[in-house]
């Protein structure tokens, strides 16, 4: 049975692994880049995909990310491709984090929001994501197994007078001792469907991100 791999955190230096699975820049490239869910078999191996829009993508040989680590499981990822004349060629895959939504009240530490930078947000065409578009600063850490966390955390949850909803959401980040040389790039993908409430048609979500140039808060409509 098919089922979704949801992060519940994740280390940068796994979730910035990049597989190659042959070369596609070449001068007659037709590369086009699309976040999926991806299948994977019975052996680990990436043999299908569905984009955001709906297009189901299949090819003959499959090929297995290190990060796909379980058999028979879909996982949230950004498929760089080729296609032409309707075959396709993938040339890389990235994983995407899912990070699950947990409340505040649910976090018994400190809440860290440490900066980010920020490049994009934006609603999957199905309706079914918030994706995010980030960069970590990071380096080599002088600390035994220090690696940064993400996650998400639900702030507050507003019912409003005609029955919708405003969900604020803010975007959980510990450097954990980790360097700030050099950046990298992570994308996050929040699905509607695991928020802490039920979300309908004209209930509001926004995303506060605390980044080097202060704090930016994106808002959508379900």
Known sequence: MRKVFLFLSICLFLSCTTEEYESGDGEMSYLRADFVMAYAGADKSIVSAVTDEG????????????????????YRA???????????????????????????SEV????????VVFESAWKSANNSFINLG???????PTVIDAKQVIGMLCDTIIQREDGSKEVALRLYHHQNNVPEYYSANLY????????????QNGDEVSITI?????????????
């Open 188 to 199: 996050v993908s929040i699905p509607f469907d695991r928020l802490p409430c039920d979300i």
């Open 134 to 140: 980030l960069q970590l600063k990071t380096g080599t």
């Open 78 to 104: 950004l498929l760089y491709y080729n296609k032409v004349e309707g075959k396709v060629d993938p040339v890389s895959i990235v994983s995407v984090s899912v990070p699950r939504v947990r409340k505040m």
């Open 55 to 74: 297009e189901q993508l299949t090819w003959s040989k499959g090929f297995a990310p290190k990060w796909a680590e379980r058999a028979d499981t879909t």
């Open 210 to 222: 605390n980044t080097y140039k202060g704090e930016v808060k994106k808002e959508f409509s379900y």
């Open 108 to 115: 018994k530490d400190k809440v860290y929001t440490d900066p």
